[in-house]
């Protein structure tokens, strides 16, 4: 012991007696990288949060407003002189007018309303009607088929205002930027601040935003995201039909059963590439096989769900397989060692230890295939307006529609800046749903995680 | 029929239960087991000692296939368990797995529930016809284990809940609950305290009424404790196979006096 002591000092590697109450400099440099490292650490999430915060600011703030919308509330007397002039009562008779002929009852029916108010104006008659949607008279209009015996009586309707009176009740329209508007003119405004003084102009919840169907570039006020809803839930419900049980397949198979080859790592590597292929190289495949060569039809959910299908399902392979990797290998030992067969010991205990995993990947693909817009361009899925609600499950599946990241593409693309606000409404409700879906996510990993 | 019986009666009174033949194992060029012969005698345990990376492990697996689960793994000779060839291209592991039952190292029961856990063997085999014959198989094979009177009133809580020791006797049930013939142990008490060990191994001693036991074991002091029977490995080698007292106290060959006595391993 001695010996090795005289050594040391005498080689000059001895360490000088220190004080442990004392920081040495090593040390100091060593807690200030610390410290400067979980500061970086602090910094990065701070500028995360900030921009999260931000993103979350804009799309609320920009977004709520398209939730709500202006209405007009005004007695129409529907003319039995203009409806229906020989008072038959039938329908075919009073359909025989057209959305054109209710204007003058719509202009009369303003007039009135403005004359009981006692609110004057110097605007033209006929000009009044610019405050109102231009899908009014077509509402009206409905409303009268619907129920014939309204012809010649004097109801109360509420009739959505044009997007111009909208923009000014949410502070996106006003007098100056009218200036040079054909649409409407400062003296319309007018009008509205004093039917909205009278109670007749108001802006409230708009539940046709949600449920409704889109419409011209004319009617912004009218455009709802309900179609393209139910075309997003077609093609969800494609890609989960397909891309679970093929994407759970080829990972149990590759993963288990696949002899160890140059096959099977070229197969491998293609996953993995596939994965990082950019959505609209799936976009022009789908275009070229499904629709070119299977002609099925154009701008369907179900070649948008086969095009998705085609997208998550590298997502769903790796992740599945990921989580199949997981699994101990103990628990394979075990099985196999009570002598079940290899399949027994896949699906009786290693497929439901790997169930969470593979629900989370697959969950988060969907989410992914939920809101991919670029594939979606390249078969028609956007560019027309999706107006219709499908009759059918078949239709639903066939009939062509939009679906909601499109449909927000196809907003923000319009000029008008309501179809702008739209966009960012349309956002929170796509939003929304992908929390809700990663929310399903993590409640299922929990309620099948189980301990080994 | 006739014929079977008699090989069968003429086993009984040899007593011989597995006999390997000339057994090599290569993993990839890796020859990891060379030239083993040896035959293991029924209703007897026989202990597999040596220094880590000797094959003992690796011969263990030969036994019932479990090597069959490894792609670069090879295995030439013969190897019979009541003379029929466990190698002959019509056995299937699957069968010949449930005549040879195995217990790992680590207890790794099933994230089930404990009676799940022992009843899994017989229902895939299709030994119980109702459910209150599945219940009796799984009380019996509890009993075997030794772990029933600690298990009787929580069958339905997970198996992963019990202790290491508990774990290790609840697997020792699931391998005894499909009725094998030959029960294959890999280190089973390496993850285990003392007490649990102890325990163990009084149940070893126990099972070696019925089955025949083939234990691998790091530790001298436990085969000397449970077995009949002791083979030395080294380096892929078995060097010598004999009575457990004689191993230990008389052996012939010097590399097993030199582990014996700590010199190497």
């Given at each position: 012991m001695t010996d090795a002591s005289a050594d040391r000092s005498a080689d000059g590697h001895s360490r000088a007696k220190t004080s442990l109450l004392q920081?040495?400099?090593?040390?100091?440099?060593?807690?200030?990288?610390?410290?400067?490292?979980?500061?970086?650490?602090?910094?990065?999430?701070?500028?995360?949060?900030?921009?999260?915060?931000?993103?979350?600011?804009?799309?609320?703030?920009?977004?709520?407003?398209?939730?709500?919308?202006?209405?007009?509330?005004?007695?129409?007397?529907?003319?039995?002189?203009?409806?229906?002039?020989d008072g038959t009562g039938d329908p075919e008779v009073i359909s025989k007018t057209t959305t054109f002929g209710y204007g003058g009852i719509i202009d009369a029916a303003l007039e009135q309303t403005l004359a009981a108010r006692g609110i004057t104006t110097e605007i033209a008659v006929g000009d009044l009607d610019q405050m109102l949607s231009s899908g009014a008279a077509a509402e009206i209009r409905r409303a009268v088929l619907d129920d014939t015996s309204l012809v010649g009586q004097t109801v109360t309707f509420e009739v959505l205002a044009s997007s111009r009176v909208d923009g000014y009740l949410k502070g996106r329209v006003t007098r100056e930027s009218l200036a040079r508007d054909r649409n409407l003119s400062p003296e319309h405004l007018d009008v509205v601040d004093a039917l909205q003084e009278a109670g007749l102009v108001e802006r409230r919840f708009n539940w046709a935003f949600i449920t409704g169907s889109d419409a011209s570039e004319s009617r912004p006020e009218q455009a709802g995201i309900g179609v393209s809803m139910i075309g997003s839930f077609f093609m969800m419900l494609v890609v989960l039909v397909l891309s679970l049980p093929i994407g759970v397949a080829t990972s149990i198979y590759l993963e288990?059963?696949?002899?160890?080859?140059?096959?099977?790592?070229?197969?491998?590597?293609?996953?993995?590439?596939?994965?990082?292929?950019?959505?609209?190289?799936?976009?022009?495949?789908?275009?070229?096989?499904?629709?070119?060569?299977?002609?099925?039809?154009?701008?369907?959910?179900?070649?948008?769900?086969?095009?998705?299908?085609?997208?998550?399902?590298?997502?769903?392979?790796?992740?599945?397989?990921?989580?199949?990797?997981?699994?101990?290998?103990?628990?394979?030992?075990?099985?196999?060692?009570?002598?079940?067969?290899?399949?027994?010991?896949?699906?009786?205990?290693?497929?439901?230890?790997?169930?969470?995993?593979?629900?989370?990947?697959?969950?988060?693909?969907?989410?992914?295939?939920?809101?991919?817009?670029?594939?979606?361009?390249?078969?028609?899925?956007?560019?027309?307006?999706?107006?219709n609600y499908p009759d059918g499950i078949a239709e639903g599946f066939l009939s062509p529609n939009s679906a909601m990241p499109a449909q927000i593409y196809e907003w923000a693309k319009r000029a008008d800046p309501a179809y702008y606000e739209r966009a960012w409404g349309g956002i929170i409700i796509l939003l929304l749903f992908l929390m809700t879906m990663n929310i399903i996510a993590i409640l299922l990993r929990r309620r099948f995680e189980r301990r080994w | 029929m006739n014929d079977m019986r008699l090989?069968?009666?003429?086993?009984?009174?040899?007593?011989?239960?597995?006999?390997?033949?000339?057994?090599?194992?290569?993993?990839?060029?890796?020859?990891?087991?060379?030239?083993?012969?040896?035959?293991?005698?029924?209703?007897?345990?026989?202990?597999?000692?040596?220094?880590?990376?000797?094959?003992?492990?690796?011969?263990?697996?030969?036994?019932?296939?479990?090597?069959?689960?490894?792609?670069?793994?090879?295995?030439?000779?013969?190897?019979?368990?009541?003379?029929?060839?466990?190698?002959?291209?019509?056995?299937?592991?699957?069968?010949?797995?449930?005549?040879?039952?195995?217990?790992?190292?680590?207890p790794n029961p099933f994230p089930k529930s404990i009676y799940d856990n022992v009843a899994y063997g017989p229902k895939i085999h299709g030994l119980a016809r109702s459910k209150a014959d599945l219940d009796e198989i799984v009380e019996k094979a509890l009993r075997r284990g030794a772990i029933w009177d600690e298990v009787k009133d929580r069958l339905q809580s997970p198996g992963t809940g019990l202790s290491g020791g508990q774990q290790q006797r609840l697997c020792i049930a699931r391998a005894v609950a499909t009725e094998p013939e030959v029960l294959l142990m890999d280190e089973p008490c390496s993850a285990l305290d003392p007490i649990a060990t102890a325990q163990v191994e009084e149940l070893i001693d126990e099972l070696r009424q019925s089955y025949s036991v083939v234990i691998v074991t790091h530790s001298m002091q436990q085969a000397a404790r449970v077995s009949q029977k002791t083979a030395f490995f080294h380096l892929g080698n078995m060097v010598e196979y004999d009575e457990t007292g004689k191993i230990f106290t008389n052996p012939e060959d010097p590399r097993t006096e030199s582990y014996i006595s700590g010199r190497i391993g």
């Open positions: 920081l040495d400099v090593r040390t100091k440099k060593r807690n200030a990288a610390e410290a400067r490292f979980k500061a970086y650490g602090v910094v990065a999430i701070a500028i995360g949060l900030f921009f999260l915060i931000a993103l979350l600011t804009a799309i609320v703030s920009n977004g709520t407003r398209a939730f709500t919308q202006t209405f007009v509330t005004m007695d129409v007397t529907l003319d039995a002189q203009k409806l229906d002039p288990e059963f696949a002899p160890q080859n140059r096959i099977t790592d070229f197969i491998e590597v293609n996953i993995s590439n596939l994965a990082a292929v950019p959505s609209i190289v799936f976009g022009i495949l789908g275009l070229a096989i499904f629709i070119q060569v299977a002609h099925l039809p154009q701008s369907a959910p179900l070649v948008g769900g086969l095009v998705l299908t085609l997208m998550t399902l590298p997502t769903i392979i790796i992740s599945t397989r990921a989580s199949l990797k997981s699994v101990p290998p103990s628990i394979r030992d075990a099985a196999l060692g009570v002598g079940a067969s290899k399949m027994q010991s896949i699906f009786h205990h290693v497929l439901p230890l790997a169930m969470p995993g593979i629900l989370t990947g697959t969950i988060l693909g969907l989410a992914q295939a939920l809101g991919e817009t670029a594939p979606l361009l390249l078969i028609g899925m956007v560019g027309f307006i999706a107006s | 090989i069968e009666r003429a086993v009984d009174m040899n007593d011989i239960k597995i006999s390997a033949r000339n057994v090599q194992v290569y993993y990839g060029d890796t020859h990891a087991i060379k030239d083993v012969d040896v035959d293991i005698a029924d209703k007897t345990v026989t202990a597999f000692i040596g220094p880590s990376g000797c094959g003992k492990s690796t011969f263990l697996r030969t036994l019932n296939r479990m090597n069959d689960t490894i792609a670069s793994c090879r295995v030439e000779g013969k190897i019979l368990i009541d003379q029929e060839d466990i190698y002959d291209p019509r056995v299937d592991p699957v069968q010949l797995r449930a005549k040879v039952g195995m217990v790992f190292q680590k």
